[in-house]
Nanobody
Framework: VQLVEAGGGLVQPGDSLRLSCTASGLTFNPYYMGWFRQAPGQERKFVARITWNGFNTLYADSVKGRFIVSLDKAQNTMYLQMNSLKPDDAAEYFC????????????????????WGQGTQVTVSS
């Protein structure tokens, strides 16, 4: 399984950005996919998760109401629409998916994901 993120860049506070994550080599139902981010010197943090049927989403409190995660199953691509970006949103953004299903209460944990992309950098600065 390979995950490739794209769409990062330099934006100003208040701007929007859309990230994508395309999965290839999938031979199983991944049940869900997730977005995480990691700023320099900090641990990797959960951002959002979407179930593979696209019906259920979960967001970190810090992005709720500003970010939207979506899924195009035909393209095996997950998106993260990021609106009203803040300097605190600046980080390397990673997508991930599990090799097997974990219970819902753990799907915000990085340990619930087995495959990771290489990351895409988002910089928010005026």
């Amino acid at each position: 399984v390979q995950l490739v993120e794209a769409g990062g860049g330099l934006v100003q506070p208040g701007d929007s950005l859309r990230l994508s994550c395309t999965a290839s080599g999938l031979t199983f139902n991944p049940y869900y996919m997730g977005w995480f981010r990691q700023a320099p010197g900090q641990e990797r943090k959960f951002v959002a998760r979407i179930t593979w049927n696209g019906f259920n989403t979960l967001y970190a409190d810090s992005v709720k109401g500003r970010f939207i995660v979506s899924l195009d199953k035909a393209q095996n691509t997950m998106y993260l629409q990021m609106n009203s970006l803040k300097p605190d949103d600046a980080a390397e953004y990673f997508c991930a998916l599990p090799a097997r299903r974990r219970i819902s209460s753990t799907q915000h944990l990085a340990t619930s994901y087995d495959y990771w992309g290489q990351g895409t950098q988002v910089t928010v600065s005026s």
